[in-house]
């Protein structure tokens, strides 16, 4: 039997869920405590044990979810055809949580660009942090 040691910073744990029936939401946790007992010869009896911190601001609870999204099979992405194709974005979610460990707190983020880009809307995306970045770039063209 070996065992594994998992620290905080060389660890991270990744979930999958199935979202509306549609999609595949992915997730990473990053702060891992934990070990794993494993038989090389009886792999399916291996054992997990873990803690994954979630403090956030102020020592309130809190947690960010690192996710990917995945629509398989769409007719539509709000409202622009896809020809059945699969598309997949990621996204950043931050729950904070009360003493009750209710969220109290949610934002979201997420990059739907990529998918409209992929499904061929002319969806401009500038480099404006780069120094050399000519603003009049943007401006309409008559």
Not at 25 to 48: N, P, Q, S, T
Not at 66 to 78: A, P, Y
């Amino acid at each position: 039997m070996e065992t594994w040691i998992f620290e905080p910073g060389h660890t991270e744990a990744e979930f999958r869920a199935r979202h509306m029936m549609v999609t595949w939401v992915r997730g990473l946790f990053k702060d891992i405590h934990g070990r794993l007992e494993l038989d090389w010869e009886r792999c399916l009896d291996a054992r997990f044990e873990g803690v994954i911190d979630a403090t956030g601001v102020d020592g309130s609870r809190a947690v960010a979810i690192l996710w990917k999204w995945t629509g398989e099979h769409l007719e539509n992405f709000r409202g622009v055809p896809t020809g059945g194709r699969t598309l997949s974005t990621r996204g950043q979610t931050w729950h904070q949580f009360d003493a009750a460990g209710k969220v109290s707190r949610e934002s979201t983020f997420w990059n739907d660009v990529p998918v409209y880009q992929e499904l061929g809307l002319p969806v401009l995306t500038p480099a404006y942090w780069e120094a050399d970045f000519d603003f009049s770039s943007l401006a309409p063209s008559s």
